[in-house]
């Protein structure tokens, strides 16, 4: 029997999902493991194809023989042979150590540690914000599909979703910060604080210097959720089970809430999962063009040596995030739409 609420044709036979669940998760779990190996071996390899002698960068423009050359090399593990060097480094990650840091002769995993906050700060409320919006207007546009609001949504979402977010955020800077004609510059032009406050008073001024920035990553994202949810609920709105749940007297809110918009929502669903495995990476650009300390600063910084050990833990970090997130949203599908997983 198809119940209201489920999509038509969606017959729920008691015991199958929960049969079918342990094996969907067991799967879930073995991709998981098989892509963390995946991006290990890739953030070995792939960085060091970057040109560039990480030894000959941290001795730029100091008098250094080459003995202590050899000796840095020595050092750092980069005299030997490549497999070795790559056998050595997956046997330390496994463990969590991530290596040292060739430019701040500081252990990757502290350095990290010391950044994540800042990164967890901006990129988590500008999340937070942006998906709580996109949901809400992708839900009304679509549902009132075809009306002027609907139109102008769209419209502004298509635009914000294709403008790139450092031109953005340049743009924020430009207008907000320096200032343009009658508008007077009100935001810092970057960083995460002024230095010398304490208490509520620094509170307000970390509060401050995110608007800029939390503005950028809010009006891109936001976009991106407004046009999967609205996509995913006009598939839905034409379902049989919509118009039975019409013909039952339902109100045509209460159609929406509790019925239309949890079967739509799936690929919204997966998509905030992947944004919030962003909140490890933040946005690299982003934080680079505020000059906000977190971990998309220091990857650049560690870039422009290149720091292998530095880049190598922040892309282990960046990418085990967005599995972890990608596993969680697909061990939550089966308690979403019990199709799923059988």
């Not at 045509?252 to 905030?272: E, G, K, Q, S, Y």
Request: net charge neutral; glycine share 12%; hydrophobic share 50%.
């Amino acid at each position: 029997m198809t119940t209201v609420g489920s999509p038509a044709g969606a017959v729920r036979r008691p015991g199958t999902t929960t049969s079918a669940y342990p094996r969907h998760l067991a799967g879930r779990l073995g991709g998981a493991a098989v892509s963390l190996f995946a991006v290990l071996v890739t953030s070995f390899f792939l960085f060091r194809i970057i040109p560039g002698d990480p030894v000959k960068a941290m001795t730029h423009g100091m008098p250094t023989s080459a003995a202590q050359m050899a000796t840095l090399r020595e050092q750092f593990g980069l005299d030997l042979p490549l497999w070795q060097q790559f056998t050595d480094y997956c046997a330390k990650a496994l463990t969590g150590d991530l290596g040292m840091s060739y430019q701040f002769r500081a252990p990757v995993g502290e350095l990290i540690a010391q950044k994540l906050p800042a990164t967890l700060l901006l990129t988590g409320v500008a999340v937070v914000l942006y998906s709580a919006l996109g949901l809400w207007l992708g839900t009304r546009t679509a549902w009132r599909h075809g009306g002027l609001g609907d139109r102008l949504h769209t419209g502004v979402a298509l635009t914000l979703w294709s403008v790139p977010s450092f031109w953005l955020g340049l743009l924020l800077i430009i207008v907000f910060s320096v200032g343009v004609g009658p508008v007077p510059g009100m935001f810092p032009t970057g960083g995460m604080e002024s230095g010398g406050e304490t208490g509520l008073a620094y509170v307000l001024d970390v509060a401050h210097h995110m608007v800029l920035p939390v503005l950028t990553l809010v009006a891109v994202g936001y976009a991106q959720t407004l046009l999967v949810m609205r996509a995913s609920l006009l598939d839905e709105m034409g379902g049989d089970y919509l118009t039975t749940a019409r013909a039952k007297g339902l109100r045509d809110d209460l159609v929406r809430r509790r019925h239309a918009v949890p079967n739509a929502l799936l690929p919204t669903v997966t998509m905030i999962f992947i944004n919030l495995g962003h909140v490890a990476a933040g946005s690299i650009l982003v934080e680079t063009v505020f000059s906000w300390p977190g971990l998309g600063g220091l990857f650049y910084q560690a870039l422009s040596v290149p720091d292998l050990p530095l880049v190598q833990g922040l892309f282990v970090v960046f990418a085990g995030a967005m599995i972890v997130m990608n596993l969680l949203a697909d061990l939550l599908y089966p308690l979403l739409d019990p199709r799923v997983g059988r």
